[in-house]
């Protein structure tokens, strides 16, 4: 049986990998599944990459490209998320901060240098109109990292995922001045090109397994109830979430990766865009 890594953050986009795990779905097609989660999200992943820890991962749309176009060996394969993140902006709650603008000069918490968090905070700061270069990064590794650096002011604000963050918000940990969403897919599955040479037939299977289990996943019975219990969440804001959330089956169309690639370029996040072919990878 073709164990295959598989990396993801711990948060509950991914709650159908772990259900086909515990249920045996992926070994009843002859996968094994070694999970691994990423607390520092895609920076870490993209590290674990280049080190050969993992052979693929659940991973951020607008990191991957760009790690992709830094020279990472690594291919996307399907989109796993049809809708875009909602990124929080949070500050810590006693702070007095109040305004979006007020954030332009403050230094900004990321999980790690090339991750989500990161390249978020520079496409706020390009829509806001701020001085990207200016920007100043505070390497926090996690949420309860970003909890101490904005509490003890070595950071002045931190962007994550809304819905996962906001067990802190409501606890008055942080504070959510604005949400800003992608505008593109936000989750992919991507793997070592090398792998994917090599295992064509089992990643298929892989990719079959966890395609039929999102196509009915909003079935689950008692679902809402399922994921605020594992992950900290009120069921009203479990129901939101869902709401908002598509999981895919396909590969992410050409629209969508253009118009990543388009505003990372402008960015200069990447520099230049790469065509689909360095990009995707067709089963």
Not at 41 to 46: A, D, E, F, I, K
Not at 60 to 74: A, F, N, P, Q, R
Not at 176 to 204: G, H, M, Q, S
Request: aromatic share 10%; net charge negative.
């Amino acid at each position: 049986m073709k164990t295959i890594r598989i990396g993801g953050v711990p948060e509950h986009f991914n709650l159908p990998w772990h259900l086909g795990m515990e249920n045996g779905d992926f070994e009843e097609n002859g996968i094994q599944v070694a999970w691994r989660d990423f607390k520092d999200g895609t920076g870490g992943m993209c590290r674990a990459f280049r080190e050969d820890q993992i052979d693929a991962a659940v991973i951020l749309t607008e990191g991957i490209i760009k790690g992709i176009s830094g020279g990472d060996k690594v291919k996307i394969v399907q989109e796993f998320i049809a809708t875009p993140l909602i990124w929080g902006i949070h500050v810590a709650a006693e702070s007095d901060f109040k305004r979006l603008d007020e954030l332009e000069h403050e230094k900004v918490a990321i999980s790690r240098p090339g991750s989500g968090s990161q390249l978020m905070a520079y496409v706020n700061a390009g829509r806001q109109g701020w001085n990207m270069r200016e920007l100043d990064f505070e390497t926090v590794i996690d949420v309860e990292g970003a909890v101490d650096a904005l509490e003890d002011g070595r950071a002045g604000y931190f962007m994550w995922e809304h819905f996962t963050t906001k067990p802190l918000v409501d606890k008055g940990i942080f504070r959510r001045l604005a949400d800003i969403p992608t505008p593109w897919p936000c989750f992919v599955i991507a793997f070592k090109e090398d792998f994917l040479k090599e295992n064509a037939a089992e990643v298929k299977k892989l990719l079959d397994t966890i395609n039929g289990i999102t196509k009915d996943f909003k079935k689950t019975p008692d679902l809402e109830n399922i994921i605020a219990e594992r992950y900290g969440q009120k069921p009203e804001d479990v129901r939101e979430w869902l709401q908002r959330t598509e999981w895919s089956q396909k590969q992410i169309g050409d629209e969508d990766l253009d118009r990543a690639q388009e505003e990372l370029k402008e960015l200069a996040l990447i520099p230049e865009k790469l065509k689909k072919e360095k990009l995707l990878y067709t089963l």
